[in-house]
Nanobody, 125 residues
Framework: EVPVVESGGDSVQAGGSLTLSCTAS????????MGWYRQGSRYECELVST???????YYSDAVKGRFTVTQDNAKNMVYLHMNNLNPNDTAVYYC???????????????????WGQGTQVTVSS
């Protein structure tokens, strides 16, 4: 298991911005695959963005153009910068030290204990 910790979730108005942060004690993000996921009211896990160990970045269509993932290896941090938020972005956001696709809720995707506990983002209209 990896002690991943997310932070930065908050309640914002539609059109607002938030930055989520992710870190892990005793685990080096540099060169590792990292992913951001979310679980909204439908309780199905959704892949949001990933950054591979060699720096390839992916965004889901739902967030492309609004969200940006960055990595600071000196601080061992990964960030998800979220702009122009809308109510559909309301979810618990998870950071994970893996890139994975699956079905079901995020707890089911977390098969190797590489995910954080999540941080709540609430966007009101």
């Amino acid at each position: 298991e990896v002690p991943v910790v997310e932070s930065g979730g908050d309640s914002v108005q539609a059109g607002g911005s938030l930055t989520l942060s992710c870190t892990a004690s005793g685990y080096t993000f540099a060169g590792s695959d990292m992913g951001w996921y979310r679980q909204g009211s439908r309780y199905e896990c959704e892949l949001v963005s990933t950054i591979s160990g060699d720096g390839v970045i992916y965004y889901s269509d739902a967030v492309k153009g609004r969200f940006t993932v960055t990595q600071d290896n000196a601080k061992n941090m990964v960030y998800l910068h979220m702009n122009n938020l809308n109510p559909n972005d309301t979810a618990v956001y998870y950071c994970a030290a893996q890139i994975v696709l699956g079905s079901g809720n995020c707890e089911e995707w977390n098969t190797f204990g590489l995910w954080g506990q999540g941080t709540q983002v609430t966007v009101s209209s």
